[in-house]
């Protein structure tokens, strides 16, 4: 599967920002779709992921309640809505994929299992 991130940019703390990617060379009922970003210094994180099979999503504990995965199924395209943004949330964030052999696999935060990642797109978030 091939995957192209965009929508980064510079956006104040407290604002939003929405990042898009577009999936492409494969059926996704099986995969799981998710974000994964990177902070200089860091290493590459878990945002979040949705299941794109039944829309269920799954957030790491700094950005639940302000970040909201969706996907368009028609379009193959996820979306991550970032509201409330914080200076931390700064970093390159990557659109990645896990392929799974269940549609009702559970979703995993773990990054090193979404083998398939996109190039990053770069959000600053300035305070």
Same mark, same amino acid.
């Given at each position: 599967?091939? @995957? /192209?991130a965009s929508?980064?940019?510079?956006?104040? +703390?407290?604002?939003?920002?929405? @990042?898009?990617?577009?999936?492409?060379g494969r059926?996704?009922?099986? #995969?799981?779709?998710?974000?994964?970003? /990177?902070?200089?210094?860091?290493?590459?994180?878990?945002?979040?992921?949705?299941?794109?099979? &039944?829309? =269920? %999503?799954? #957030? +790491? &504990?700094?950005?639940?309640?302000?970040? %909201?995965? *969706?996907?368009? =199924?028609?379009? =193959?395209?996820?979306? @991550? /809505?970032? =509201?409330? +943004?914080?200076?931390?949330? %700064?970093?390159?964030y990557y659109?990645?994929?896990?392929?799974? $052999? $269940? *549609?009702?696999? %559970?979703?995993?935060?773990?990054? *090193?299992? #979404? +083998? #398939?990642?996109?190039?990053?797109?770069?959000?600053?978030? $300035?305070?």
């Amino acid at each position: 599967v091939q @995957l /192209q991130a965009s929508g980064g940019g510079l956006v104040q +703390a407290g604002g939003s920002l929405r @990042l898009s990617c577009a999936a492409s060379g494969r059926t996704l009922s099986k #995969y799981h779709m998710g974000w994964l970003r /990177q902070a200089p210094g860091s290493e590459r994180e878990f945002v979040g992921a949705i299941r794109w099979s &039944d829309g =269920n %999503t799954y #957030y +790491a &504990d700094s950005v639940k309640g302000r970040f %909201t995965i *969706s996907r368009d =199924n028609a379009k =193959n395209m996820m979306y @991550l /809505q970032m =509201n409330s +943004a914080k200076p931390e949330d %700064t970093a390159v964030y990557y659109c990645a994929a896990r392929w799974t $052999s $269940s *549609s009702r696999a %559970t979703i995993t935060a773990a990054p *090193s299992s #979404y +083998a #398939y990642r996109g190039q990053g797109t770069q959000v600053t978030v $300035s305070s």
